[in-house]
């Protein structure tokens, strides 16, 4: 039995669908005849369930639970073990709520039986319309020789509502290693609200037109990337729902780089990332979203289990939770080695001369309040900058470093020695300066 998402995965999931008037309106109703294949479940039943031999049968049901089945006797033998695969599940907790459903085939024996039909736009089918995901996104030219072509960043399932220190240290060694910069803002266009996590019962089919929409969006911008820059190479990262949605382009590109997604499109356990393309996963032992890689031996033994046309490599990070940043040694290192470029390691700056900034009352309460891990970052100018509430305290103090970076005009990855403008002043709520 399978799920569209596993357990609490922050995963993926933010994108479009094109007439998006109200969200209710393509939501499951309880009614078993208006089951939907998900989203995942059908690139499972394209590139996987499609190549399985003999008597094979697929069930869906609600909530985005599917069980397929293959190799048996005779087609009825098929059709009655899928239905009963599926219908189990919902029999056994935490599913028992949707015990009165029922699930229904959407397939046997390679062909459709009109039940369970997909919904949004097709896999493979670049959006129609102007490029507004590329034309009102971010873009940053390289500041360093050699130009090495075009990173096209994917962001996770949230609103791009602010470029802040995670992103800003990508975007920065990326640029200074000598790629130019797109991230493209899924929700400049109409689509569906953003749905990060377990969308319940009643929000699959959001879900699932939300991420094909999305990458049908990224397929219309490599198009728009191409045709501005001919012949020059083209990488992806994805983090999160960009992760999953950079597995399933099915484009020749010149390296894909996922965090924070799992191998393969969610449980369908098989991606299409072009023949030949250069895949890199990086994910940390820590992170929840992340099945199957609470170590590198795991890790690597279920990525090998995986279907792909790439040629994927793993990486393990021990200690990092979802977000995979460039502070992380094992981040930085792997990045610059599938780039082939030089790693860059950012350094802490001398807190001398530093005073403790200028903080409003109820702005200063209202980070004590915040949960730890927590930092306040400041430079001699008086710009400051917190994060709370960080993975680690790591993450906590190097975000607030980058977003302070930038607030003061500074970039550590240009600096001739590397080294952030800004330093931590406070830790957990303790003052470190005056």
Request: aromatic share 10%; with cysteine; net charge positive.
């Amino acid at each position: 039995m399978r799920r569209f998402l596993s357990g609490s995965v922050c995963v993926v999931l933010s994108v479009l669908f094109n007439i998006f008037a109200a969200t209710a309106g393509f939501a499951q109703s309880p009614n078993d005849d208006d089951i939907h294949i998900s989203a995942i479940a059908e690139f499972y039943a394209i590139h996987s369930y499609s190549k399985r031999k003999k008597h094979k049968a697929l069930a869906v049901g609600p909530g985005g639970y599917w069980s397929n089945i293959d190799g048996l006797a005779s087609a009825a033998a098929a059709r009655k073990a899928a239905l009963a695969g599926c219908n189990q599940v919902l029999r056994t907790a935490p599913y028992k709520s949707l015990a009165k459903r029922r699930c229904v085939l959407f397939d046997v024996d390679g062909e459709r039986t009109g039940k369970g039909s997909p919904v949004g736009i097709p896999f493979g089918t670049a959006a129609s319309g102007p490029d507004l995901p590329y034309d009102y996104g971010g873009k940053w030219e390289a500041t360093s020789m050699p130009r090495r072509g075009t990173l096209l960043l994917l962001h996770g399932c949230n609103k791009l509502q602010d470029v802040g220190g995670w992103l800003r240290s990508w975007i920065n060694f990326y640029r200074a290693n000598g790629f130019r910069v797109v991230l493209p803002n899924s929700f400049v266009e109409p689509r569906g609200p953003e749905m990060c996590g377990d969308p319940g019962e009643f929000g699959i089919d959001v879900q699932s037109r939300n991420v094909k929409f999305r990458i049908a969006q990224t397929l219309r911008t490599l198009a728009t990337i191409r045709q501005k820059y001919p012949g020059e190479p083209i990488y992806v990262h994805g983090q999160s729902e960009g992760g999953y949605v950079a597995q399933a382009l099915g484009e020749r590109l010149d390296g894909i780089i996922v965090t924070g997604a799992p191998c393969g499109f969610g449980a369908a356990r098989t991606y299409r990332a072009g023949e030949g393309t250069p895949i890199m996963f990086i994910a940390g032992t820590k992170d929840a979203s992340i099945w199957n890689a609470r170590s590198a031996k795991q890790l690597a033994s279920y990525c090998r289990k995986v279907d792909g046309d790439g040629k994927m490599t793993t990486v393990s990070v021990a200690g990092l939770g979802h977000y995979a940043a460039l502070w992380w040694p094992g981040v930085r290192d792997a990045v610059s080695k599938f780039l082939k470029v030089k790693p860059i390691t950012v350094q802490r700056n001398e807190t001398k001369d530093v005073k403790f900034p200028y903080i409003t009352p109820a702005d200063l309460k209202q980070y004590q309040d915040f949960k730890h891990p927590k930092a306040i970052a400041a430079a001699k100018t008086g710009v400051w900058s917190w994060y709370p509430e960080g993975e680690t305290m790591l993450d906590s103090e190097e975000m607030a470093l980058f977003a302070c970076d930038e607030a003061a005009g500074g970039d550590a990855f240009l600096d001739a020695t590397n080294t952030h403008t800004c330093v931590i002043v406070d830790r957990n709520g303790k003052r470190l300066v005056k």
